[in-house]
């Protein structure tokens, strides 16, 4: 099973922000659909972000203006940037990688998650 590494969750003030990093192989990031989830204690795990093969974005609603997802080749990671951090951001974020072939899932990965806590 493919690992994906999850870096950058932290203890953020309100009003701060953060630059979480999912690193994946080369092959893994630039032929799958990569995206960000999140859960909180007591909530179901929910879409915050996600870019396709192609770099077309899509964003949950609570977080557009916000958070700005994107492939970082160089590094061969997938990068959320989360600026105006709220306490309802607060979260496990994990990481997933998604491809399909024909209607088809190829592979679908998932990262073991990292912690991001928004408050005073």
């Known amino acids: 099973q493919v690992q994906l590494v999850e870096s950058g969750g932290d203890l953020v003030q309100p009003g701060g922000s953060l630059r979480l990093s999912c690193a994946a192989s080369r092959a893994i990031s630039l032929l799958s659909t990569m995206g960000w989830y999140r859960q909180a204690p007591g909530k179901q795990r929910e879409l915050v972000a996600e870019?396709?093969?192609?770099?077309?974005?899509k964003y949950a609603d609570s977080v557009k203006g916000r958070f700005t997802i994107s492939r970082d080749n160089a590094k061969n990671t997938v990068d959320l940037q989360m600026n105006s951090l709220k306490p309802e951001d607060t979260a496990v974020y994990y990481c997933?990688?998604?491809?399909?072939?024909?209607?088809?899932?190829?592979?679908?990965?998932w990262g073991q998650g990292t912690q991001v806590t928004v408050s005073s």
């Open positions: 870019i396709s093969s192609g770099d077309n974005r």
């Open positions: 997933n990688s998604r491809r399909q072939l024909g209607g088809i899932t190829k592979w679908d990965y």
